[in-house]
């Protein structure tokens, strides 16, 4: 078996990325722990991830200009995480009561409800509802 264990997530800070993502948008804290960079600094290995899902976030913090580069523009401005719920309207509700900023209303589109959000870094993401039919 084979499967998709992790997405790096550029972020200019640990403890707002795990505030954004656990606080916002519901992901557990599967991992927060020390760990050193390539050239033996300090860092932390921390990992998010949803409840019952398989893939992770592994939120990275920028370390030097190429990577404070790129927090926030990941995907060169287009919808680079898509985030598929069981049920659009409640979680989109619970979002936007928990702060998060949508930059489009909610739409239907033949692969289901949608709506843009902006995670803790300024990406864009979809939030999808179910598949039609």
């Not at 991992?31 to 998010?48: F, I």
Request: aromatic residues 12%.
């Amino acid at each position: 078996m084979s499967f998709l264990e992790l997405v790096a997530l550029v972020v200019d800070d640990y403890d707002s990325a795990i505030r954004f993502f656990v606080d916002r948008l519901d992901f557990s804290l599967d991992e927060d722990s020390p760990a050193l960079t390539n050239d033996g600094r300090a860092k932390r290995w921390v990992v998010v991830r949803l409840p019952g899902g398989e893939t992770g976030l592994l939120l990275a913090q920028a370390d030097g200009v190429q990577q404070r580069e790129v927090v926030g523009n990941q995907a060169a401005g287009r919808v680079g995480f898509f985030l598929r719920v069981e049920d659009f309207e409640a979680s989109y509700d619970r979002f936007r009561a928990n702060g998060v900023e949508f930059v489009t209303l909610p739409r239907d589109e033949p692969y289901g409800r949608v709506a843009v959000f902006l995670d803790v870094a300024g990406n864009r993401w979809d939030l999808l509802g179910p598949r039609p039919g």
